[in-house]
């Protein structure tokens, strides 16, 4: 019997539209030298109007356990960008790897991109939006929980769409918030106050952010402000949680990023809900406060928006990054034979 034919995988460098039966791969410094927030910001807000309105589909995240790791894998259609993918990603032995694999409507592979990078442009992005949907405009109060590298992409996004006076942040190293503070002012050109303690960052604040990666509460509900909002962002593991459930119970309004994922991931929901303080019926998804389906509130009162990240939001990234990458003429165009 003759042998089998064998794909060869060719790498072609060129520059301008994707070729038909090519892919284009991006790698994290690709990505670095196009990716904008204003653009990520107006792609992330479209596509979660769109999963409102039934225009697109996320399904929720997956996981598959292995000794030394897990596999996430999330996929979505988002026909507003002209694509559907999935991102997946491996964690073992204390590294992340990130992955977007990017499809035409068509079902040709159009891209595959090297994501943590992009990941954190989306995840800000996604804070920023319900920022500016469910705050008032005026100079506000900002309390960062969290100093890493997603708190830096948080921070860029809500600076893009909220008129801050003061951006207080703490992490529990004191000169890795110091640095963080320094850095942030610079970059931002706002005030950046490194905070003493988790409550000097919180009280008083109108809006207060959870990007870490705690398995239990970060604040107190005592600490935060009447009429605040506040966005956890920092975990998506049922068991994790970074806000108490006693500030669930006495928040006003609960949004979430997508029900069906909240019901998976959302630690602080799902303990609130086991405790009986939270029943799920009070949750009211982005999409819909952004397709104006969702009345408001008569009286003021604290807003939680509970952000566990979604895929559409990575093909919304990626909807908008990848052609800036082609315009510049980055990456490399692949093809198997």
């Known amino acids: 019997m003759p042998n089998p034919i064998k794909p060869t995988f060719k790498v072609l460098t060129v520059t301008g539209a994707i070729l ?3 892919a284009r791969v991006l790698r994290e410094a690709d990505v670095a030298r196009v990716i904008e927030m204003d653009a990520v910001i107006a792609a992330v807000t479209a596509a ?3 999963l409102a309105e039934g225009k697109a589909q996320n399904e929720p995240r997956r996981r598959a356990f292995a000794p030394r790791g897990f596999l996430n894998v999330m ?6 960008g002209d694509c559907l993918g999935l991102k997946a990603y491996s964690v073992a032995d204390g590294a992340v790897r990130f992955l977007v694999t990017v499809f035409g409507l068509d079902g040709a592979l159009k891209a595959l991109i090297e994501a943590e990078n992009m990941g954190a442009y989306r995840t800000g992005a996604a804070s920023a939006v319900a920022a500016r949907a469910l705050t008032p405009r005026h100079p506000l109060t900002v309390g960062l929980i969290g100093a890493g590298r997603q708190a830096r992409t948080q921070a860029l996004a809500l600076s893009r769409v909220l008129e801050i006076a003061e951006l207080r942040v703490f992490s529990r190293d004191q000169s890795h918030r110091e640095s963080f503070a320094a850095e942030q002012a610079t970059s931002l050109g706002i005030k950046v106050v490194a905070a003493g303690s988790a409550e000097a960052a919180v009280r008083g604040a109108d809006v207060v952010l959870t990007i870490t990666t705690s398995s239990t509460p970060v604040l107190e509900a005592g600490w935060v402000e009447g009429n605040a909002l506040v ?4 975990s998506n593991f049922a068991n994790r949680t970074e806000l108490p459930t006693d500030l669930i119970t006495r928040a006003k309004t609960i949004v979430v990023d997508q029900l069906a994922t909240a019901r998976i991931e959302s630690g602080d929901l799902i ?3 086991a405790a009986g303080s939270f029943d799920w019926e009070r949750a009211t998804e982005l ?4 397709a104006a389906s969702w009345k408001a509130p008569e009286q003021p009162g604290i807003t939680v928006f509970e952000s ?3 895929a ?3 093909l919304a990234a990626a909807s908008v990054v990848l052609p800036a990458a082609i315009q510049s003429g980055l990456g490399e165009e692949v093809s198997l034979f």
């Open 20 to 22: 038909p039966g090519m």
């Open 48 to 50: 979660t109007r769109d």
């Open 75 to 80: 996929f979505a259609a988002y026909p507003g």
């Open 231 to 234: 966005i956890g962002a920092g």
């Open 271 to 273: 303990a609130a809900n």
């Open 287 to 290: 999409g819909t406060v952004l």
């Open 308 to 310: 566990h990240g979604l």
């Open 312 to 314: 559409l939001w990575d």
